[in-house]
């Protein structure tokens, strides 16, 4: 490990590089603020993220892992070690646009990218940043884990958007998947519903099987479901309805679980209206394992930079990302940055898109752009370091998901 010294210079010129990169990466944000696209269909954005990491010298790899919207990019030196990847997202809300900040992100992880690939040379190692498609419903990360995407990354580093003045390292999320029931019935007049088969029956059946078993379920079990397709006229029989339920779970494995459940559900709605339904899932989202050596780092950093972050209350319930398939498979943190102290102002709101482009998000994108790439030169820099992340990692991790 250098000396704290040439530490504090490398970190100074990470910080410079980034700074330098302000307007371009203000730019990026804005310009896929302007733009929304939902999952897989980022291609304005990418674009977008491509034309500023070509600008500043370096070669993007588009339709990375097999996504037509993904992208690769890497920076390294002669010496061999590890590769740490920032990972940006870009796709925004139906109807909502950036809601969730995700210009934010891309925008933060481009200028992680640019700061930490100004001294990789000097480091035994490389910088990666990883273009993550469909955060919104669509589990990117899982489809790019699947391909191989994340094979030969060691660390992933990213940053996302709060409110209300909460800045938080190290805040886990549960495991969530969304369930898709289709059932099949036969038509007729409601006049005569004995010539009928009800597929909304079923699909009530299922709401009803599910609300008598709800007081068995683990406490941290939640599932919510719509119905998606209950007919067309009160006047006759539906022969097709459908609903589609979403999953939480301390687990991805207890995900699986409750999967089987409904499956059981539909196949005794089945033999009691006499329907066939069909059963299917996205991806599932899984919970989420934090880094913890690594969020520290992203602490200390941040407070450089003049944000105090802290570390979230343990007995407070959070939503999900596919970040927590990547947490599995190797060490990462998906820390929160406040751009707004607005407590009313919540994510997935028309009033979020507003805040995510004001100069207040803008000025903490690329303050979090440095302490990433801060905390991504402490890994690369300090091999006791990475043995330090890699125990905790293997530590953390249920042996479930190692067999």
Not at 98 to 126: D, Q, Y
Not at 139 to 155: E, I, Q, R, S
Not at 163 to 179: K, M, Q
Request: aromatic share 6%; glycine share 10%; net charge negative.
């Amino acid at each position: 490990m250098e000396n704290k010294n040439a530490m504090s210079k490398a970190k100074a010129a990470i910080v410079q590089t980034v700074e330098q990169a302000r307007e371009d990466l203000v730019q990026l944000a804005t310009s896929i603020h302007e733009n929304p696209e939902l999952g897989f269909e980022e291609f304005k954005a990418l674009d977008f993220i491509s034309g500023t990491l070509e600008k500043h010298g370096f070669t993007v790899q588009k339709g990375y892992g097999g996504l037509a919207t993904s992208f690769r990019a890497d920076a390294g030196s002669k010496e061999n070690g590890p590769t740490v990847a920032f990972l940006a997202e870009y796709d925004a809300l139906n109807g909502i646009g950036h809601g969730c900040g995700h210009n934010l992100i891309a925008a933060c992880s481009t200028g992680a990218f640019l700061g930490l690939a100004s001294v990789v040379k000097e480091l035994p190692g490389r910088v990666s940043i990883i273009g993550t498609p469909a955060e919104e419903g669509g589990a990117g990360k899982v489809k790019l884990l699947a391909n191989g995407a994340f094979d030969d990354v060691d660390f992933a580093l990213m940053m996302h958007p709060s409110g209300g003045g909460s800045n938080l390292v190290g805040r886990g999320g549960r495991a969530a998947c969304t369930v898709k029931v289709e059932f099949q019935g036969r038509g007729a007049h409601s006049s005569v519903p004995k010539n009928g088969i009800n597929a909304l029956s079923a699909v009530i059946n299922v709401f009803n099987q599910i609300d008598l078993a709800r007081p068995t379920f683990d406490p941290q079990d939640n599932i919510n479901g719509i119905i998606s397709n209950g007919g067309t006229a009160s006047n006759i029989i539906p022969a097709f309805a459908s609903c589609a339920f979403c999953l939480r779970a301390d687990t991805m494995k207890r995900i699986e679980d409750l999967i089987e459940f409904i499956k059981v559900c539909v196949a005794n709605a089945e033999r009691l209206t006499g329907a066939k339904g069909t059963v299917s899932r996205d991806d599932i989202s899984a919970e989420r394992y934090p880094s913890k050596p690594i969020c520290q780092a992203f602490k200390d950093n941040m407070a450089v930079m003049g944000i105090e972050m802290t570390w979230p209350d343990p007995k407070k319930q959070y939503g999900s990302s596919d970040i927590g398939n990547v947490s599995i498979k190797i060490p990462a943190i998906h820390d929160y940055l406040s751009i707004t102290d607005d407590k009313s102002i919540q994510a997935h709101t028309k009033e979020y898109t507003a805040a995510s482009i004001t100069p207040q998000a803008l000025d903490v994108c690329i303050k979090g752009a440095k302490g990433l790439a801060m905390t991504g030169y402490d890994i690369l820099s300090d091999r006791t370091f990475q043995e330090e992340i890699l125990k905790y990692h293997e530590e953390q991790i249920p042996e479930f998901y190692k067999q």
